[in-house]
Structures are given as C-alpha cells and as structure tokens.
C-alpha cells in the first residue's frame, strides 16, 4: 500500500466518504469504520472484468471511524481507558485489515438515480492498524 503527503480534494473526499448511516451500533470494543468507495473507471484503455472491480473494492484497506463501542480502547477488565486514551475517534481516516472484520454494503441513491454501495466493516478496536495522516484518497493497494 503507498499513499502521498497532501490535502485532499473536498469534492472527491465526500464522494468516496459520503455520509451515509451504516445501520448498525457496535457492541462492545468494535468499530465501525466507512470504507472508501472506488471508482469504476478505466485506466489506459484497460476494461477491468467486474470480478477485478470487486476484489478491488473489498480489498480496500482505508476508512473512516463512523461509530465507536463503549467498551473501545478502554481496559476490559477495569473498564477505564488506556493511559494512552483512544487511538482513534468518530472521522478519523485509519488503515484496515485488508481481510477479516465484519463487512457489508448499504445502497445510497446518487444524481443519475442509480445505486452506488458504500461499504461498512466493524472490526475490534486493537484490529485498525493505523491513523492516516496523509491524504486518505492517495492510498492505493495492490492486489
């Protein structure tokens, strides 16, 4: 995965994080994170077949926190929070593991009237891998 310093286009920002509600409240230390959404676009001429487009958006390894556990980045058995409090909050862009977590699709209507899926996973708190600090649209994995 590589990514670039730099300030991310506002209108590109909302399009691949809109807001939209996952449906769900984590349980516990989980966190629900919104995974960017991909453009189905070509590049260099290339037709990508739709099974590469899905491997590429469920492979996608960078995120927003949407909602947080009560029991997130807290002890579990004293219930208090970590000396170093939370290592992420609600709009944080973090990385994710490219497998594993919880995942599904929610359908929001765009301007032509059809449907594009944003993407959810809820996953356990000591599980997000980092915070990004750089642009959250220049990340691009490599599958």
Do not use: C
């Not at 990508?48 to 949407?66: D, F, H, P, S, Y």
């Not at 000591?126 to 994995?141: G, R």
């Amino acid at each position: 995965i590589s990514g670039s310093e730099g300030v991310p286009d506002q209108q590109e920002l909302k399009w691949a994080f809109p807001d939209v509600s996952p449906g769900q409240k984590p349980f516990g230390g989980r966190v629900v994170v919104q995974l960017r959404r991909i453009k189905k676009t070509t590049a260099s001429k290339i037709i990508l077949v739709a099974e590469t487009k899905e491997t590429e958006k469920w492979q996608n390894m960078i995120g927003r926190v949407v909602e947080i556990g009560p029991l997130a980045f807290k002890n579990r058995e004293t219930m208090e929070s970590w000396p170093e409090g939370s290592w992420a909050n609600v709009g944080d862009y973090v990385r994710v593991p490219k497998w594993g977590g919880d995942r599904w699709e929610r359908e929001v209507p765009n301007e032509e009237g059809n449907e594009d899926p944003v993407l959810f996973m809820t996953i356990n708190d000591h599980e997000l891998i980092a915070k990004v600090t750089d642009d959250p649209l220049s990340f691009k994995a490599y599958v």
